[in-house]
């Protein structure tokens, strides 16, 4: 792939998903149900923040990506975006919850495409410098610190953005703390998968 098609198509993607984050304010706000803190409470909308900043950034100056400290930002979004799509799709959907979304194009966009194409671009366009063991760890403060939080402020305010972290749909905490290992699995399965892709072609050169 060219790297003007390649930069053509991270910057439109980055705007879908934008126009999709935009609408689903716009159309909560005419509803008169858009509350601020719920909205930036959910990990999808995080996700896809993080995933228009990511791809603009790469679309714009794609050299980036040879930065090591890009190149971790980038490997954190991917591995948020498929956390994303897969729960959704094995757990949110299938149970008909109700994630927030007012329209189905926007649910499609935030859950579906948009992972699915910032997947396809690591895997496609690999990052240029090395990454290091320790990329697990870091990839892993953003969701610890999220799952804090959740579980914090929801007792608090009687909220949960997702049902599998609230206790009165699990059964007590003891149901949450099974999820809260699924996801901790997925998340690392994701990360280990993602750094040994990026990391793949650099053992076969120097093999070589």
Do not use: C
């Amino acid at each position: 792939m060219s790297p003007t098609l390649t930069r053509s198509l991270r910057l439109a993607m980055a705007a879908y998903i934008a126009t999709a984050l935009v609408g689903q304010i716009a159309i909560l706000v005419s509803e008169g149900t858009f509350v601020w803190h719920r909205f930036f409470s959910y990990f999808t909308v995080l996700s896809n923040i993080a995933a228009v900043v990511v791809l603009t950034m790469l679309a714009l100056r794609p050299d980036r990506d040879a930065g090591p400290g890009f190149a971790l930002f980038r490997g954190a979004v991917t591995v948020y975006m498929s956390v994303t799509f897969l729960i959704y799709v094995t757990v949110l959907y299938p149970q008909l919850v109700d994630v927030g979304v007012p329209e189905p194009w926007i649910d499609v966009a935030l859950h579906v495409l948009g992972p699915i194409f910032i997947i396809a671009d690591w895997l496609v366009n690999r990052p240029g410098p090395k990454l290091e063991s320790g990329a697990l760890g870091i990839w892993m403060i953003f969701p610890a610190v999220y799952l804090v939080y959740t579980l914090t402020r929801g007792p608090l305010v009687d909220w949960y953005p997702y049902p599998i972290f609230d206790p009165d749909e699990q059964g007590g905490y003891g149901g949450v703390a099974v999820w809260v290992l699924i996801v901790a699995a997925v998340l690392v399965g994701f990360s280990l998968t993602y750094r040994w892709w990026a990391n793949r072609r650099r053992t076969g050169l120097h093999a070589a």
